[in-house]
């Protein structure tokens, strides 16, 4: 990771990939999703999800500044991230929790791990996102508040760097869960649990990829290819939201695959 920060110039690199169009321009992709009938859905309960941030030498941090603007604007009732906050060190996840610390949704900001988090030191990521008001979520849930005491956010460890346990995630949750995991692989090891509506992200969408969307080179992961971007329908189950995320990883690059904040509206 020192060789990483050392080629890629402490982040000048990034700093002119960014300026010069090559991260691609920040989007908002809005979904709207009618839950199954009887679902104890009392309102509208809206969702943002953003995920692979990457804060460090591939990522710049302007790109942050930008989705709290978008977060601020849409106003979202609860955050919830997909987890690789940094790429390289701990310490390189400061410019991110600047931007986060100033949007604080009602319903508070939820989290789970990604592979870069745990080689960087889990448990210090974990406690500098706690100190910034995001509880991280793994392999166990938390309940929003009322009015949408009915919905538990069940958060698993990564599927593969992780220690991932449904069991724990999903044990006494809400009637409505909404299901947190850092790969789409996170299917791999749901165990038979069900969820209500899933998100996901670690593919970056391909990060570079063909005009039409066809990843170029892929995350690890065998679900990664199928499942590298948009809405799933996931057979027994419900709908798997992946995004394309928010940084770059290994490379300061975005190439049609722009960065994504999700916008996810539920309806009874």
């Not at 604007?73 to 997909?82: A, E, S």
């Not at 790969?183 to 063909?210: K, M, N, R, W």
């Not at 290819?225 to 995004?243: M, Q, T």
Request: aromatic residues 6%; charged residues 15%.
């Amino acid at each position: 990771m020192a060789m990483l920060d050392a080629t890629l110039l402490r982040g000048l690199i990034a700093k002119w990939t960014y300026r010069s169009g090559w991260h691609g321009e920040l989007k908002v992709t809005a979904h709207d999703i009618r839950l199954p009938a009887g679902t104890p859905l009392h309102a509208p309960l809206a969702v943002a999800f953003a995920s692979d941030f990457h804060a460090g030498p591939t990522t710049h941090p302007e790109v942050f500044v930008t989705m709290v603007r978008e977060l601020q604007k849409h106003r979202p009732d609860v955050l919830l991230m997909g987890g690789d906050f940094v790429s390289g060190k701990a310490a390189n996840i400061a410019p991110l929790l600047g931007a986060l610390s100033k949007y604080d949704p009602p319903l508070g900001k939820f989290a789970v791990l990604g592979n870069h988090d745990l080689w960087a030191g889990g448990e210090e990521i974990a406690r500098q996102l706690s100190e910034c008001g995001v509880e991280v979520l793994v392999n166990r849930n938390a309940s929003l508040a009322f009015p949408f005491d009915c919905v538990s956010i069940c958060g698993i460890d990564d599927p593969w760097t992780g220690l991932a346990d449904s069991a724990k995630a999903f044990e006494n949750s809400k009637p409505v869960r909404i299901w947190l995991t850092h790969s789409p692989d996170g299917l791999l090891a749901l165990e038979g649990h069900q969820y209500t509506v899933g998100f996901a992200g670690h593919t970056h969408g391909g990060q570079i990829c063909l005009p039409d969307g066809t990843p170029i080179l892929t995350a690890g992961g065998p679900l990664c290819r199928s499942h590298s971007r948009g809405l799933f329908d996931v057979p027994g189950n419900g709908p798997l939201i992946v995004s394309r995320g928010v940084g770059c990883s290994n490379l300061p690059v975005r190439i049609h695959s722009d960065p994504e904040l999700i916008i996810c509206r539920l309806h009874a």
